[in-house]
């Protein structure tokens, strides 16, 4: 089973940047797809963004063109670069790890990390 610690955190102002990394370890990272999602008060957890075990990632239509996900294999991390940030993406972010982009979607997740808590002030 794979074990997942996210980090980076913290509170910004409208339209500043974070990058979120979640450090994968217990299991082989690269055989599995990876997600970010995330949870504000009140409201169900919502898939962020998703990427395979390659390259290939996709976004929701909150995250399109702001959020960037990312992993590098050799470090066992998947990162989400978020830009031009708003107050409406205050929540605690969750990262993921799955059997496939299509899975991860569906929120049908292998393992779960902690949550780093995300607040964007106006």
Do not use: H
Not at 12 to 33: D, I, K, P
Not at 38 to 56: D, F, L, N
Not at 84 to 111: F, I, M, N, Q
């Amino acid at each position: 089973q794979v074990q997942l610690v996210e980090s980076g955190g913290g509170l910004v102002q409208a339209g500043e940047s974070l990058r979120l990394s979640c450090a994968a370890s217990g299991s082989t990272f690269s055989q599995y797809a990876m997600g970010w999602y995330r949870q504000a008060p009140g409201k169900p957890r919502e898939w962020v963004a998703v990427i395979s075990r390659g390259t290939s990632g996709a976004y929701a239509d909150s995250a399109e063109g702001r959020f960037t996900i990312s992993r590098d294999n050799a470090k066992n991390t998947v990162y989400l670069q978020m830009d031009s940030l708003k107050p409406d993406d205050t929540a605690v972010y969750y990262c993921a790890a799955g059997r496939s982009t299509v899975e991860l979607v569906r929120t049908r997740v292998d393992a779960w990390g902690q949550g780093t808590q995300v607040t964007v002030a106006s």
